[in-house]
């Protein structure tokens, strides 16, 4: 019997440039392809290429009649098929030629695997901001299967799923910032008894740079809060942990005390002298991460390094404001999901090089203060 693959393609601009490489993929011998393209725009107006390939058998388009989100779009095209196995691709990805032959093949070596996981390149930095976003991780991430056999989790821009074991699990629509593919790979991973999807370094796709290279505010902002919503959700709640405040809980908690201190008519100086101190502990510790991980001394990508790392943890820290969570402050995921409880306040060199900074800042401040 010939093993069957869904590719899963969710959309809102339905951009040929991508969306033609993709449908015209060269199928594994032995197995039968499915294209699924779910365009989440109901005015979205199809190109005629993209129209006339919707003919195919093995090509399905689907326009959702409102607009649905990422979350219920993909769950929409893994609904529509019926393949052995299910491949989500982004709909900004241009995939290497191989890219079917390469699961194909490690679906015949490991057809009881929970799923595989390919690498999605971006190309290289072209400004400060995306210099930021490669120091950061937060590009690199997508390239975890180039360095890790196996993992609990990644991003969905180029993930395989065996459709038996995934069984009825979906994306939930309520994560609709970010995070989605974290919750259901992880939860399909623990549900498979905390089985790893295996890494395929060789079924590349490549992603452009959001934007062009523009500031990624929003983007890293909505990162943060959708990793806080998805802490508050099983597995995931298992594998969180409280950890020492990062700059911005910090300069909220200083703001609390700088309040308290006019209201009680206390001196407000070594309030202050903390607040400066944490501020640029901060921006000297992302600088020297910029020297060691980026190989630049530019003041210009530690400032971006600085402004992404903060934005995020924002929007980390406003998904728990905004509900008025205070037992969140501090609150961290585990995204190793090594083991559940992780141990609480661990430290790593760039936590103690922070605060090694902030104790000298902190004198050298109050002597100038004095002085």
Do not use: C
Not at 60 to 77: A, D, P, V, Y
Not at 199 to 204: E, L, R
Not at 229 to 235: D, F, G, K, S, V
């Amino acid at each position: 019997m010939a093993n069957s693959i869904d590719i899963i393609i969710p959309s809102f601009r339905l951009d040929e440039r991508y969306l033609l490489p993709m449908l015209n993929l060269t199928p594994p011998e032995g197995f039968i392809i499915n294209y699924y393209v779910v365009a989440d725009n109901p005015k979205v107006k199809v190109p005629d290429s993209i129209q006339q390939l919707s003919g195919r058998n093995d090509v399905h388009l689907l326009i959702n009649e409102q607009n649905l989100g990422f979350s219920r779009t993909r769950n929409k095209g893994i609904d529509a098929g019926q393949g052995h196995w299910i491949l989500l691709l982004d709909d900004d990805v241009t995939p290497e030629k191989n890219l079917l032959q390469a699961y194909a093949q490690e679906i015949s070596l490991q057809p009881e695997a929970i799923g595989f996981v390919g690498v999605t390149e971006f190309p290289p930095p072209i400004n400060t901001v995306t210099q930021a976003l490669q120091i950061t991780g937060v590009s690199t991430h997508f390239q975890r299967a180039r360095h890790e056999p196996e993992m609990y989790w990644s991003a969905t821009a180029n993930v395989m799923l065996n459709r038996s074991k995934l069984g009825n699990r979906r994306f939930l629509p309520e994560l609709t910032k970010s995070t989605e593919d974290m919750e259901l790979l992880f939860r399909n991973a623990q549900a498979n008894h905390l089985q790893k999807y295996q890494a395929v370094p060789n079924a590349i796709v490549h992603h452009p740079w959001w934007g062009n290279g523009r500031i990624q505010t929003r983007r890293l902002f909505l990162y943060g809060e959708g990793a806080g919503e998805a802490a508050r959700l099983l597995p995931i709640q298992l594998y969180t942990h409280y950890d020492f405040t990062n700059t911005l809980e910090t300069l909220l908690l200083l703001t609390v005390a700088l309040l308290l201190a006019f209201i009680g008519g206390w001196s407000p100086k070594w309030v202050l002298i903390m607040a400066i101190a944490q501020a640029l502990a901060e921006f000297t510790t992302n600088y020297y991460r910029t020297i060691k991980i980026g190989h630049t001394y530019s003041l210009n990508v530690a400032w971006q390094v600085t402004l992404h790392k903060n934005v995020m943890e924002a929007g980390r820290l406003w998904s728990w404001l905004r509900l008025g969570r205070i037992q969140e402050l501090g609150l961290r995921t585990d995204g190793s999901f090594h083991k559940p409880h992780p141990q609480a306040f661990r430290l790593n060199r760039w936590k103690i090089i922070k605060l090694i900074i902030f104790l000298l800042l902190v004198m050298a401040i109050s002597l100038i203060y004095t002085s």
